[in-house]
């Protein structure tokens, strides 16, 4: 079912009227994804950008909110979605100001962009509004990656600075009980380096 689904949503995002584009990098996550998701669980994708891989979510039948602090990033995916008559809860603004509990929450690309003492406070902020997370992060230490160096820039988004990933592991073992860490290998994906994802439950 996932592959025809899957065959079938490239058919939509490729069409050059749409802004979502289509990667390995994103089949890869998906797959992890489906790996921890429930059907049951509400789910919020933080930081969605075009929101793709959650258009997919949902389109599997997943409980799913968007948030998002650039408004014109929110508006683009809403559109797609609301083309597709694909239902989700769109949430503007910083993450740091979501309220609302979620079973799982997962991010691709962010973590990185935050000093070790900001990873803390992510974290904690994970850790309290939702039982379950899932991060990506790309190995910033291997010397294939260029960093980005770009301080003003919102975290996560272009060139925006991004620091050592090293005590990514530590900092979100010492908030969530159940761990999982895989590497998604850089020949698999298309890139000069490898990807990382950390998976935490507290459920």
């Known amino acids: 079912m996932l592959n025809q689904l899957l065959l079938k949503i490239r058919f939509i995002i490729h069409k050059k009227s749409n802004p979502i584009l289509w990667t390995q990098t994103s089949e890869e996550f998906l797959h ?3 790996q921890y998701l429930k059907k049951s669980d ?3 994708e933080l930081g969605c950008g075009s929101a793709h891989i959650s258009f997919i979510l949902a389109k599997l039948g997943y409980n799913i909110a968007l948030n998002e602090i650039r408004e014109n990033s929110l508006i683009q995916a809403k559109d797609v979605f609301e083309k597709h008559s694909v ?3 769109y949430i503007s603004g910083n993450l740091f100001s979501i309220s609302d509990h979620y079973d799982f929450a997962w991010n691709s690309g962010l973590i990185q962009c935050f000093t070790d003492s900001e990873k803390k406070r992510f974290v904690a902020k994970l850790a309290k509004n939702f039982n379950k997370i899932l991060l990506f992060f790309p190995n910033t230490l291997d010397q294939n990656k260029v960093r980005g160096s770009n301080k003003k820039n ?4 272009d060139d925006a600075i991004e620091y050592d990933i090293s005590n990514i592991p530590k900092i979100i073992q010492s908030k969530l009980t159940i761990i999982h860490f895989g590497t ?3 020949e698999k994906i298309g890139l000069p380096y ?3 994802w950390i998976y935490g439950d507290n459920s």
């Open 32 to 34: 992890v994804l489906i």
């Open 42 to 44: 509400k789910v919020i």
């Open 154 to 157: 919102i975290p996560g988004v």
């Open 87 to 89: 239902s989700v809860k």
């Open 194 to 196: 490898n990807m990382y």
């Open 184 to 186: 998604i290998r850089s």
